[in-house]
């Protein structure tokens, strides 16, 4: 593969559309569309680098018997989906800060332990460069409403055994049904 030049196609609140061009190794000219939070891509280098973009909490009760999920209305699949909570990085946030932050706001519990933060990952390599940092952690208080009112969010703690009925009946997004899937049979 050799990368050709890139093209920005529209920027959005949130995201930013490009065509990446390049050519494959027999030759062949080709145009890959993705999108970005990064609306300054303008090189090869911009794309490969950044900073994480979101945190992703996989969240434990004070016990470590219950997992927290959000049930979620998203809007790009028109679907009530399962997934742990997460939430952009504000500029100046660490990691670790947004990870509380966001907990706040989606689910109203406190984040009392931070146990573990997993290296940066791509949140989705098929069409988009965001990366995400993973926290795992414990947390505690009454689960409240989310306090966005773009967010349709309902949280709960769930048992092995419960994840595991949810597994078979409902959606999930892939990395927290992989992890629930690991979790409920462990």
């Not at 529209?10 to 490009?18: K, L």
């Not at 979620?72 to 952009?88: H, K, S």
């Not at 965001?130 to 709960?156: C, H, N, W, Y």
Request: hydrophobic share 35%; with cysteine; aromatic share 10%.
């Amino acid at each position: 593969m050799r990368f050709k030049g890139i093209r920005k196609i529209h920027s959005g609140g949130y995201i930013t559309r490009y065509d990446l061009m390049y050519e494959t190794e027999s030759g062949s000219s080709k145009v890959y569309e993705m999108i970005s939070r990064d609306s300054n891509i303008d090189s090869f280098e911009r794309l490969r680098s950044g900073k994480a973009d979101a945190v992703v909490m996989i969240i434990r009760s004070t016990d470590g018997k219950k997992l927290l999920l959000n049930h979620e209305f998203r809007m790009a699949t028109g679907e009530w989906v399962y997934n742990f909570p997460a939430g952009l990085i504000d500029s100046g946030e660490t990691p670790e800060q947004a990870a509380a932050r966001e907990l706040r706001e989606e689910t109203g519990l406190t984040l009392v332990s931070i146990d573990r933060v997993w290296k940066e990952c791509y949140s989705a390599v098929g069409f988009s460069n965001e990366k995400t940092i993973v926290i795992e952690g414990t947390a505690e208080g009454e689960i409240l409403p989310s306090d966005s009112d773009a967010e349709e969010i309902e949280a709960g703690w769930f048992t092995r055994k419960e994840v595991q009925t949810l597994l078979s009946n409902e959606y999930f997004a892939a990395r927290t049904q992989t992890y629930c899937v690991l979790w409920s049979e462990g």
